[in-house]
């Protein structure tokens, strides 16, 4: 038997291991989206059934439950024979959204660990490539009717066999994908952080030998399940009902509904999506990996204490959507399902235990990751390039405070890259870059505030494409509390300025050098209602140029 302080040294040390692997893949990359908006994320998981071991707190929180799908996959093809079986220094890479995965620009290498000859474990991490192919620069094609149309598929595949790079399925990739030649370093990037993993593993290995390994995981994911197990039952018995709502799936101009069922059954807690909107032709569906995934990691920001393995999801029973377009199966596009519609899914485990919890929930964040691509090509560099924009919005109010302004996205930790990186890769100038003043909702606590930017094309042609949400509807209050400010996106071309017709998604538009993209992200929704608001802090908030003085009038009286 373990004792208690050993197996908290051993659970921090899989940790450390995981935070290595995140550190070193951000710090080797070459897109300045992994290098500097840290989209990415690195795990251990079990050899017998893919389930999560331990994965970074500096990776995506999205990928907590993707990742172990995808090895669960990968470990069922190798035992069906359908994928070549691993030997020491292999590297699979895989993106297939149907096989655990969430969009095709979400690139998942997998490396076996062995010890002594036996697989031990799985070592994996995902990495967003700036670009897969597909219609349009950067793969967020916002019109997309089928999979093949956003981009490169892959199957599970060796990568690298036995350590040495596969020339020819490198060639496949390269020759299917815009910039070609900077892959390679996020690449050698990704491969070289699963390669620190298995180093800092050995020496876990060596100080504390396999049996005891095996033990301490175990207890790990034991303690993980009573941890949240406890959450769960402070949730009184009943069942709470939440609904949110997609934009649009940027081909059929109509909302996609999101309705959520939540019942605590004991000492389980039952999540139910199963009266939501049908499959959608366009790019907006969520693949099964995607929608649990969306759950769990909204559970974790409820209850952050917890901490994340396999254990984590114990008491945690996601039915499955089947008929409905959390559910894809091929070969419906799934563009927009880790970015946006998973944040969807979480808002709606937000407002549904906001119900039961209320002073321990918050109001609904920005929930868009606010996706902006611009691809073209660069007179000056004699280059083509991929731009690969990410922003943050408000966060929700909650009963103690204000929510946060420019918070990451829900799903991620991902930062906005620098806007001064940004302007040194490429032929832009953000000509603003602010907070989206009077973004955030009414409330006893308002919710945090949007961003405001603007960037201009310097030179060339581009195409920009987008896809984000909380254009039609604002970011929910709960408790009586307000809207946040909706998403908003305008073109400014030729004198003249337009906004897509789905509002927060549109695909290949044609900018021109001094063309200009302005996007105002959401504010995050209020909480409680807006008479209760301290009178002190409004007039704070009009003395700082958040609202103006009849913005406030109008919203807190």
Not at 3 to 16: E, F, P, R, S
Not at 409 to 419: M, W
Not at 502 to 513: C, I, N, V, Y
Request: charged share 20%; hydrophobic share 40%.
């Amino acid at each position: 038997m373990i004792d208690a302080l050993t197996l908290a040294v051993i659970q921090a040390g899989l940790q450390q291991v995981c935070n290595e692997m995140d550190i070193t893949f951000s710090r080797a990359a070459f897109s300045p989206v992994i290098a500097e908006a840290d989209d990415r994320s690195d795990g251990i998981y079990a050899a017998e059934d893919g389930a999560l071991i331990a994965q970074g707190e500096l990776g995506l929180p999205v990928f907590v439950g993707t990742m172990a799908h995808s090895a669960a996959h990968l470990v069922r093809l190798i035992g069906e024979g359908a994928v070549a079986a691993p030997e020491p220094g292999d590297i699979y890479i895989v993106n297939d959204p149907y096989l655990g995965g969430t969009h095709l620009m979400d690139v998942r290498f997998a490396r076996p660990f062995f010890v002594a000859g036996e697989l031990f474990c799985w070592l994996q991490n995902t990495g967003h490539w700036p670009d897969i192919g597909g219609m349009v620069p950067g793969g967020f094609s916002a019109h997309a009717t089928e999979v093949e149309q956003e981009g490169l598929r892959l199957p599970p595949v060796k990568l690298f066999k036995k350590g040495v790079l596969d020339r020819e399925i490198l060639s496949i990739i390269q020759s299917n994908i815009r910039v070609a030649d900077q892959r390679i370093g996020d690449i050698k990037a990704q491969a070289s952080a699963l390669l620190v993993g298995e180093s800092r593993l050995n020496e876990m290995v060596s100080r504390y030998g396999l049996i005891t390994l095996r033990e301490a995981i175990a207890g790990i994911r034991a303690r993980a399940a009573e941890r949240m197990l406890a959450e769960i039952r402070r949730i009184p018995d009943g069942v709470y009902s939440a609904e949110t709502f997609v934009d649009s799936d940027g081909v059929v101009d109509a909302p996609l509904r999101i309705a959520l069922t939540v019942t605590r059954q004991g000492d389980e807690l039952v999540f139910d999506l199963g009266d939501s909107s049908p499959p959608c032709q366009g790019p907006m569906n969520s693949v099964w990996a995607t929608t649990c995934s969306a759950v769990y990691l909204a559970m974790k920001h409820i209850f952050p204490d917890v901490p994340i393995n396999a254990g984590t999801f114990v008491p945690l029973r996601v039915i499955r959507p089947e008929g409905t377009f959390l559910d894809a199966k091929y070969p419906r596009p799934v563009s927009g399902c880790a970015a946006e519609v998973s944040q969807r899914i979480a808002e709606a485990v937000f407002l549904a235990i906001a119900q039961a919890l209320p002073a321990e929930v918050w109001a609904a964040p920005a929930g868009t990751s606010g996706n902006f691509a611009l691809g073209g090509f660069d007179p000056a560099r004699n280059a083509g390039y991929v731009m690969y924009q990410i922003t943050g919005g408000g966060y929700g109010g909650n009963a103690e405070a204000d929510g946060l302004t420019n918070g990451c996205s829900t799903i991620g930790i991902s930062k906005t890259a620098p806007v001064e990186v940004m302007e040194q890769y490429y032929p832009v100038l953000f000509r603003r870059f602010a907070i989206h003043e009077a973004s955030g909702g009414a409330g006893a606590q308002r919710g945090g505030f949007g961003v405001h930017y603007e960037v201009e094309l310097l030179r060339g042609e581009a195409k920009a494409s987008f896809v984000m949400d909380h254009g039609r509807f604002g970011p929910p209050g709960v408790l009586g509390g307000g809207e946040g400010a909706k998403n908003i996106v305008k073109l400014h071309r030729n004198g003249t300025t337009t906004i897509p017709l789905h509002l927060s998604k549109d695909q290949g538009l044609h900018l021109r050098a001094g063309d200009r993209v302005e996007v105002m992200t959401p504010g995050g929704g209020g909480y409680g209602n807006p008479q209760d608001r301290d009178p002190a802090l409004v007039a704070q908030d009009v003395r700082r140029g958040y609202y103006t003085a009849d913005q406030a009038k109008a919203l807190w009286g």
